[in-house]
T-cell receptor
Framework: KQEVTQIPAALSVPEGENLVLNCSFTDSAIYNLQWFRQDPGKGLTSLLLIQSSQREQTSGRLNASLDKSSGRSTLYIAASQPGDSATYLCAVRVSNTGKLIFGQGTTLQVKP | DTGVSQDPRHKITKRGQNVTFRCDPISEHNRLYWYRQTLGQGPEFLTYFQNEAQLEKSRLLSDRFSAERPKGSFSTLEIQRTEQGDSAMYLC????????????FGPGTRLTVL
């Protein structure tokens, strides 16, 4: 059974700092991995999707990496801003139907 | 059409009542998913539609839950005889067939059962 874990559960950093969020999964047989952002009480916003054959994806200040063999992904946020404060969720696609298995999320607070 | 929409955004009901939620996916997306999210947890998969066919259901979807997508466009999720444990955020997502199958989520419906 696929399990997805995100550590830490919460993180507080000063504005301007570079930071890394971690995601691990127990079964390397995944189709892809998606990182999402969720603001309090809102839906999920897709940030990056990495196919199982890829090593990394970049979008602006965000860079996501994938090491399928070790069951790990990281989300790197450069020059963090208070507007980056949110919960970040990673999810792995485990079947042809597209079913996603989510981690519990890391809640990030960026202090001005 | 700029994204996935859900209605209502909030629903408060008394235990034992029936509730129905609606999801309108991105117009060209043929795949539609329902997830449930409780406080402090990641979303959990409930069910999946490809066009109008419901092809996968989670064990979380008890017989009090039913979902439909009658014309392969919008979908409804009905909960009968609601229980306090049903209180959660119900999220809908849609995607296109293909190798990426990137899922785009709606704003969710927050259900509170009193």
């Amino acid at each position: 059974k696929q399990e997805v874990t995100q550590i830490p559960a919460a993180l507080s950093v000063p504005e301007g700092e570079n930071l890394v969020l971690n995601c691990s999964f127990t079964d390397s047989a995944i189709y892809n991995l998606q990182w999402f952002r969720q603001d309090p009480g809102k839906g999920l916003t897709s940030l990056l999707l990495i196919q199982s054959s890829q090593r990394e994806q970049t979008s602006g200040r965000l860079n996501a990496s994938l090491d399928k063999s070790s069951g790990r992904s990281t989300l790197y946020i450069a020059a963090s801003q208070p507007g980056d404060s949110a919960t970040y969720l990673c999810a792995v696609r485990v079947s042809n139907t597209g079913k996603l298995i989510f981690g519990q999320g890391t809640t990030l607070q960026v202090k001005p | 059409d700029t994204g996935v929409s859900q209605d209502p955004r909030h629903k408060i009901t008394k235990r034992g009542q029936n509730v129905t939620f609606r999801c309108d996916p991105i117009s060209e997306h043929n795949r539609l998913y329902w997830y449930r999210q409780t406080l402090g947890q990641g979303p959990e998969f409930l069910t999946y539609f490809q066009n109008e066919a419901q092809l996968e259901k989670s064990r979380l979807l008890s017989d009090r839950f039913s979902a439909e997508r009658p014309k392969g466009s919008f979908s409804t999720l009905e909960i009968q005889r609601t229980e306090q444990g049903d209180s959660a955020m119900y999220l809908c997502a849609s995607s296109l067939d293909g190798s990426k199958n990137e899922q785009f989520f709606g704003p969710g419906t927050r259900l509170t059962v009193l």
